[in-house]
Protein backbone atom coordinates (compact mmCIF):
# COMPACT_ATOMS: atom_id res chain seq x y z
CA UNK A 1 0.00 0.00 0.00
CA UNK A 2 1.35 3.27 -0.62
CA UNK A 3 -0.35 6.78 -0.34
CA UNK A 4 0.16 9.37 -2.58
CA UNK A 5 0.22 13.87 -2.21
CA UNK A 6 0.89 16.16 -4.79
CA UNK A 7 1.91 19.54 -4.82
CA UNK A 8 3.10 22.49 -6.47
CA UNK A 9 0.30 23.26 -8.67
CA UNK A 10 -1.11 26.89 -8.90
CA UNK A 11 -1.76 29.35 -12.28
CA UNK A 12 1.24 30.79 -14.21
CA UNK A 13 1.10 31.99 -17.58
CA UNK A 14 1.60 30.83 -20.84
CA UNK A 15 4.97 30.37 -21.94
CA UNK A 16 6.18 29.93 -17.34
CA UNK A 17 7.04 26.88 -15.92
CA UNK A 18 5.82 24.62 -12.85
CA UNK A 19 7.40 21.63 -11.17
CA UNK A 20 4.94 18.95 -9.61
CA UNK A 21 5.93 17.07 -6.75
CA UNK A 22 4.17 14.01 -5.28
CA UNK A 23 5.39 12.16 -2.11
CA UNK A 24 4.80 9.01 -1.53
CA UNK A 25 4.22 7.32 1.93
CA UNK A 26 5.72 3.68 3.28
CA UNK A 27 9.30 2.00 2.13
CA UNK A 28 8.83 0.67 -0.86
CA UNK A 29 8.59 3.81 -3.52
CA UNK A 30 11.73 2.49 -5.36
CA UNK A 31 9.65 -0.92 -6.32
CA UNK A 32 6.67 1.10 -8.10
CA UNK A 33 6.42 2.58 -11.47
CA UNK A 34 5.00 6.17 -11.48
CA UNK A 35 2.81 8.41 -13.27
CA UNK A 36 1.76 11.54 -13.62
CA UNK A 37 -2.10 11.98 -15.40
CA UNK A 38 -4.08 14.52 -16.00
CA UNK A 39 -7.61 15.32 -16.71
CA UNK A 40 -10.39 18.01 -17.59
CA UNK A 41 -14.21 17.67 -17.65
CA UNK A 42 -14.03 17.62 -21.38
CA UNK A 43 -11.38 15.04 -21.99
CA UNK A 44 -10.87 11.51 -20.17
CA UNK A 45 -8.26 10.71 -18.46
CA UNK A 46 -4.78 10.55 -19.90
CA UNK A 47 -1.34 9.49 -18.71
CA UNK A 48 1.60 12.57 -19.41
CA UNK A 49 4.43 11.13 -18.05
CA UNK A 50 6.06 8.05 -16.47
CA UNK A 51 9.34 6.75 -15.22
CA UNK A 52 10.26 3.26 -13.84
CA UNK A 53 11.47 2.31 -10.54
CA UNK A 54 14.74 2.76 -11.39
CA UNK A 55 14.29 6.08 -13.52
CA UNK A 56 16.06 4.20 -16.31
CA UNK A 57 12.96 4.34 -18.57
CA UNK A 58 10.29 7.50 -19.05
CA UNK A 59 7.25 7.74 -21.15
CA UNK A 60 5.80 10.83 -22.57
CA UNK A 61 2.66 11.66 -24.46
CA UNK A 62 3.45 13.46 -27.62
CA UNK A 63 1.63 16.59 -26.65
CA UNK A 64 4.37 17.41 -23.59
CA UNK A 65 7.28 15.79 -25.49
CA UNK A 66 10.00 18.50 -25.17
CA UNK A 67 8.52 20.62 -22.71
CA UNK A 68 8.00 18.30 -19.71
CA UNK A 69 10.11 15.64 -17.74
CA UNK A 70 9.61 13.10 -15.48
CA UNK A 71 12.20 12.62 -12.79
CA UNK A 72 12.01 10.70 -9.71
CA UNK A 73 14.37 10.93 -6.10
CA UNK A 74 14.07 7.09 -4.63
CA UNK A 75 15.49 8.55 -1.57
CA UNK A 76 13.30 11.18 -1.14
CA UNK A 77 10.13 8.82 -2.04
CA UNK A 78 9.02 11.89 -4.60
CA UNK A 79 8.24 12.39 -8.18
CA UNK A 80 8.26 15.33 -10.30
CA UNK A 81 6.80 16.65 -13.51
CA UNK A 82 8.89 19.76 -14.56
CA UNK A 83 6.57 21.44 -16.55
CA UNK A 84 7.93 24.05 -19.00
CA UNK A 85 7.02 26.13 -21.86
CA UNK A 86 3.11 25.69 -20.36
CA UNK A 87 0.04 26.12 -22.80
CA UNK A 88 -3.65 26.54 -21.88
CA UNK A 89 -4.22 23.62 -23.21
CA UNK A 90 -2.07 22.13 -20.33
CA UNK A 91 -4.90 23.50 -17.47
CA UNK A 92 -6.40 20.39 -16.35
CA UNK A 93 -6.31 18.54 -12.86
CA UNK A 94 -3.19 16.47 -12.31
CA UNK A 95 -2.63 13.08 -10.65
CA UNK A 96 0.24 11.21 -9.47
CA UNK A 97 -0.49 7.43 -9.54
CA UNK A 98 1.80 4.16 -8.88
CA UNK A 99 1.75 0.65 -9.91
CA UNK A 100 3.19 -2.77 -8.72
CA UNK A 101 4.76 -3.68 -11.50
CA UNK A 102 8.06 -1.19 -11.85
CA UNK A 103 9.29 -1.64 -15.28
CA UNK A 104 7.51 -1.19 -19.12
CA UNK A 105 7.40 -4.62 -20.09
CA UNK A 106 5.50 -5.17 -23.74
CA UNK A 107 2.40 -6.64 -22.39
CA UNK A 108 1.78 -3.89 -19.78
CA UNK A 109 2.31 -0.44 -21.49
CA UNK A 110 2.80 2.78 -19.47
CA UNK A 111 -0.48 4.25 -19.40
CA UNK A 112 -1.79 1.16 -17.30
CA UNK A 113 -2.16 -0.95 -14.58
CA UNK A 114 -1.90 2.02 -11.91
CA UNK A 115 -3.21 0.92 -8.25
CA UNK A 116 -2.54 3.66 -6.09
CA UNK A 117 -3.64 7.01 -6.89
CA UNK A 118 -3.09 10.51 -5.15
CA UNK A 119 -5.72 12.97 -4.60
CA UNK A 120 -5.34 15.40 -7.71
CA UNK A 121 -3.92 18.99 -8.12
CA UNK A 122 -4.99 22.04 -10.42
CA UNK A 123 -3.16 23.01 -13.09
CA UNK A 124 -4.13 26.73 -14.78
CA UNK A 125 -2.29 27.98 -17.78
CA UNK A 126 -3.68 31.24 -18.59
CA UNK A 127 -3.54 33.04 -22.02
Known amino acids: QVQLVESGGGLVQAGGSLRLSCAAS????????MGWFRQTPEKERELVAA????????YYTNSVKGRFTISRDNAKNTVYLQMNSLKPEDTAVYYC????????????????????WGQGIQVTVSS
Open 97 to 116: AARDLGIFPPELAPTNGYNY
Open 26 to 33: GRTFSRYA
Open 51 to 58: ISKSGSST
